[in-house]
């Protein structure tokens, strides 16, 4: 428990004192924002900043920070340590400058702010990653919470053989297509602060019950050992860089997030706003993540006699098992969900909880494919004042999310290729982010601070380089092999972004902010 309360005061502190230090970096003033140089009553709102808040958080927050930590977990209790630090250092700034570069520049989105500052080519290639992203995540985000609804509140099978599956599907498909072309603060801005309610209510009863009935938890400088599960014996075995990071991408650093900020770029009343809705909302879905840890965690230390789950090691590698009418049985990461809700708040409080959870990649799979539509109509200039503009784009996006979902759900594999590649599209997409960050810094007088996005970069530059050199879906190619290009790559980006940096300040290419 020692490790997880230090994980907390990291993320706490930590995220207190470098929020901060952005801040000053950035120098937000009293300039108009574009939500009121802007405003057209559709995408470019005002709205106050408890909303932006809440709206942002449940944006960036899908099942990322619950189900990546659940699996991130079995990585031992060095999760509890990786995690704040990444948040503080790597996602929340990212999130913040993200957010306040595409504010100070007029609303842009993600795919203009990269424009701005890296190469044409490399732009190309970022919208074609990022849009992969978004809709990756689109998709994923309605297979995940309707399985869990089918499964875990109405006890459905959940397979693609009952229409009680695609029924649930079509209903979280209808909203999602209300919430893409109807105006933000309709629908998005009225029910976003429900939810956010909800869950940050329900992260707390867990955090809490944690606490309260002394669940065992491993310490790092313990035998990592706990509940018959060996955790050190798994971290030496599944390389830890660079699988925890993807696994965990959610609650350390997520490229997809700088979508949802530049969404918010357009509500935001105030620069001075931008680090509780962007930082701070970072540091608190890592809180999010750090929690859901610490409950699988806690479930495996319980074991599935004790009403826990249980690992085993099978022959597609260790799953999770629980005590099923005194058989033990195999259950996939999202039924460990309901699992930790259940055994910690009781039946009424846990559904409660699973509620919370079925909200996160609902409301964040709605903001996905509405800034798919924002990017696509930036890019190829298209006007979106009119629902039936909105429409002309939306509707083609959610007919190929459709067959994708059909595929996945007949595909007994389909589901885990679709999520695989879409957190590795993911954590791709933060590297064009920070860069374009490093380059912004550099051009507009804040040099001296680039060091701030450069960490991040660097660091996952190797991340998603090695792991699609070696990864099953990747190249797999042994992972010696794997560092040396990874290392050879990441200063080649390294260098390539200083040069560029350098050149665009020299040429004066972009205004001092």
């Known amino acids: 428990m020692y490790t997880f309360i230090i994980g907390l ?3 706490i502190g930590g995220g207190s004192l470098y929020g901060r230090f952005c801040e000053k970096v950035f120098r937000p003033d009293d300039r108009k924002t574009p939500a009121y140089a802007n405003e057209d009553g559709v995408d470019y709102v005002p709205m106050k900043q408890w909303k932006n808040c809440l709206v942002n958080l449940l944006n960036i927050a899908g099942t990322g920070p619950i189900l990546g930590p659940i699996q991130g977990i079995l990585f031992g209790p060095v999760a509890f340590i990786t995690i704040p630090i990444g948040c503080v250092i790597g996602g929340a700034m990212h999130d913040y400058f993200a957010g306040m570069i595409c504010t100070r520049e007029g609303g842009i989105q993600t795919t203009e702010m990269v424009r701005r500052n890296l190469a044409r080519p490399v732009f190309w290639l970022f919208s074609v990653f990022v849009g992969l992203t978004m809709f990756l995540c689109g998709t994923v985000f309605i297979y995940t919470p309707g399985d869990i609804v ?3 509140l109405f006890g459905f099978g959940g397979t693609a053989k009952e229409p009680s599956t ?3 599907y079509g209903v979280i498909f209808a909203y999602y297509l209300i919430a893409t072309v109807l105006p933000i603060d309709k629908i998005i ?3 976003y602060p429900i939810f956010g309610g909800l869950l940050i209510l329900s992260a707390i009863g867990i955090l809490v019950m944690l606490f309260v009935k002394g669940y065992p938890l491993a310490e790092i400088w313990g035998d990592w050992q706990l509940g018959g599960f060996d955790f050190g014996a798994y971290f030496r075995s599944q390389n830890f860089i660079p699988t925890f990071f993807v696994t965990v991408a959610c609650g350390i650093l997520s490229g997809f997030h700088s979508t949802q900020t530049a969404l918010i770029s357009r509500t935001i009343e105030s620069e001075k706003h931008g680090r509780m809705t962007f930082y701070n909302m970072m540091i608190l879905e890592g809180f999010i993540a750090l929690i859901w840890a610490a ?3 806690a479930m495996i230390g319980l074991g599935a006699d004790n009403a826990g789950i249980t690992m085993k090691f099978t022959d597609s590698g260790w ?3 629980q005590n099923i009418g005194g058989t033990l049985q195999q259950i996939s990461p999202t039924s460990v969900v309901g699992v930790v809700c259940k055994n910690m708040l009781g039946d009424w409080g846990g559904s409660l909880a699973i509620i919370g959870v079925i909200i996160l990649p609902i409301s964040t799979g709605d903001t996905a494919l509405r800034a798919l539509r924002l990017t696509i109509a930036e890019l190829f200039h298209i006007e979106q004042k009119k629902m039936g503009q909105r429409l002309f784009l939306a509707l083609p996006l959610f007919v190929l999310v459709t067959v994708i979902l059909i595929w996945a759900k007949n595909d007994p594999n389909g589901f ?7 957190g590795w599209a993911n954590q791709t997409v933060s590297i064009f982010v920070t860069s374009s960050i490093m380059v912004w810094m550099i051009r507009s007088g804040r040099g001296k601070f680039a060091f701030m996005p450069a960490i991040p970069f660097v660091f996952y530059c190797f991340v998603i380089s090695t792991y699609i050199l070696s990864s099953p879906i990747g190249l797999k190619l042994a992972m010696n092999i794997s560092y040396i290009i990874g290392g050879v790559f990441t200063t080649a980006a390294l260098t390539a972004v200083i040069i560029l940096g350098v050149r665009g ?3 004066g290419s972009l205004r001092a902010g």
């Open 9 to 11: 005061i990291i993320l």
């Open 150 to 152: 089918s499964t875990q």
């Open 166 to 168: 695609w029924i649930i």
């Open 189 to 191: 801005g009225k029910v």
């Open 295 to 297: 409950g699988a965690m």
């Open 319 to 321: 799953g999770y098992y």
């Open 416 to 422: 885990s290729v679709i999520w695989r590649y879409f």
């Open 505 to 507: 300040k020299k040429c």
